[in-house]
């Protein structure tokens, strides 16, 4: 067996059960939860009564189920689930920073993620430097003594790029600054506190949940950590309130046990894909090719059997190719002219006009992401090979392959 960690193997051993002996845990559906003792409800507040639940907020048992599962698949000591991916984001980052701290951030990230450094933080006075994350001495040369923190998406929205997280990990440990890792595009495929980061967020909205029938999100980190954000004094969850609804947590949950399955098809789906865009000389990106310029340091991070993931980001160059070429597929049963990834359909939208429009177009050209750029989220198709064909159909009718 391989050296490499295996989320597959730890969520598929993590055992909850329900109170009559179900093998799903029971659902709690309730705000707040009675005491028999007075002096028990005042330990709790103090978060000094060990198990107790006081108020959903808080903590919900269904919603401590899911974090707990979830931290065994990162590795990490604990978790806290959260309304949508953005809240934990967010969460984190406001709790990591004070006012008058500085930020070190990828370019290239989810334009909501973008938007809120590049516009919101400024009101609490955090001063935020957006780097080429691949340049690791462009990293380096940000550090200032107030940087808190380096965040970063394992690979990035829309591009692609694969950020070096041993190595950005290493450079900011050496300064006391804590790395953050948006891991929503690999779970299962990176572990990123295994390769060293601190916290590790997710929009479970995407792949794992999959079943895009609802938005939510989760913060992987440290005992620690967990228990300052949720803390009734000044946790940044506790106080701001971005929880998990505990029925979604337990249908979230559930979906959780095939996570792996579903990752290894997409990543099946979309090498076969990029493999004959590759062919008919299609350009595109996609981290699984061997002339991806992270290609090699993907495979020194990955963890072993899950595959490179299903998103590929074709340039169409401008967006008057990509637009005819997006409602084409869409009425051809490729798949939804949608945003969002992770479904069992495929799914596909003009970055620039949709998940990145956050980012201004002088920013858009400096990072590379090209007016045409369809990012592909490759679903489960069982037959990938017809997939390909009308796809290729599509291509050839508007005359788009050179
Ligand atoms: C969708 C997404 C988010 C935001 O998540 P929501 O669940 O929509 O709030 C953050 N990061 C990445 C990489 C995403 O794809």
Redesign the pocket.
């Known amino acids: 067996m391989s050296k490499k960690y295996d989320p597959a193997t730890a969520v598929q051993r993590v055992e909850q059960f329900g109170e009559f002996g179900g093998v799903n845990p029971s659902i709690t559906d309730s705000a707040t939860y009675t005491f028999m003792h007075e002096n028990v409800m005042i330990d709790a507040f103090a978060g000094e009564a060990e198990g107790c639940f006081l108020y959903s907020r808080h903590w919900n048992p269904s919603n401590k189920y899911l974090a707990d599962a979830l931290a065994t698949m990162e590795g990490t000591e604990s978790a806290w689930v959260t309304a949508?991916?953005?809240?934990a984001?967010t969460t984190a980052i406001l709790q990591l920073c004070n006012a008058g701290d500085h930020i070190i951030t990828s370019v290239t990230?989810?334009g909501?993620?973008f938007a809120f450094l590049k516009n919101y933080v400024k009101k609490f006075n955090i001063d935020v430097t957006f780097v080429n994350i691949s340049d690791l001495e462009s990293i380096k040369n940000a550090i200032k003594p107030n940087t808190k923190l380096i965040y970063t998406?394992s690979v990035t929205?829309p591009m692609l790029q694969v950020s070096d997280i041993p190595s950005i990990s290493k450079i900011a440990h050496k300064h006391g600054i804590k790395v953050l890792i948006?891991n929503?595009?690999t779970p299962m495929i990176l572990s990123p506190f295994k390769l060293g980061a601190d916290i590790v967020v997710y929009?479970?909205?995407?792949f794992i949940n999959g079943k895009n029938d609802c938005?939510?999100?989760a913060i992987c980190a440290s005992e620690e950590f967990i228990n300052d954000i949720s803390n009734v004094n000044d946790g940044t969850a506790m106080l701001l309130g971005p929880v998990l609804d505990p029925l979604r947590s337990s249908s979230i949950l559930k979906n959780l046990g095939t996570l792996h399955i579903r990752m290894t098809q997409h990543g099946k789906n979309a090498l076969y894909l990029a493999n004959r865009f590759k062919e008919i000389g299609l350009k595109f990106n996609y981290p699984g090719m061997t002339d991806h310029p992270q290609h090699e340091l993907m495979n020194s991070m990955m963890n072993d059997g899950f595959g490179y993931s299903g998103i590929i980001a074709i340039d169409l160059e401008t967006a008057e190719r990509a637009t005819p070429f997006m409602e084409m597929m869409q009425e051809r049963g490729v798949g939804y002219h949608a945003v969002?990834?992770g479904y069992f359909k495929t799914l596909f939208s003009n970055s620039g006009r949709s998940?990145s429009s956050e980012v201004p177009v002088e920013i858009q050209a400096e990072m590379g992401l090209s007016p045409g750029l369809v990012r592909f989220s490759v679903g489960l198709d069982h037959d990938i090979e017809k997939t390909f064909d009308i796809i290729k159909s599509c291509l050839d009718e508007l005359k788009l392959l050179k």
Do not use: P, Q, R
């Open positions: 949508s991916g953005m809240a984001i990230t989810y909501g993620t998406e929205n948006d929503t595009f929009s479970m909205t995407k938005v939510a999100g969002s990834l998940t």
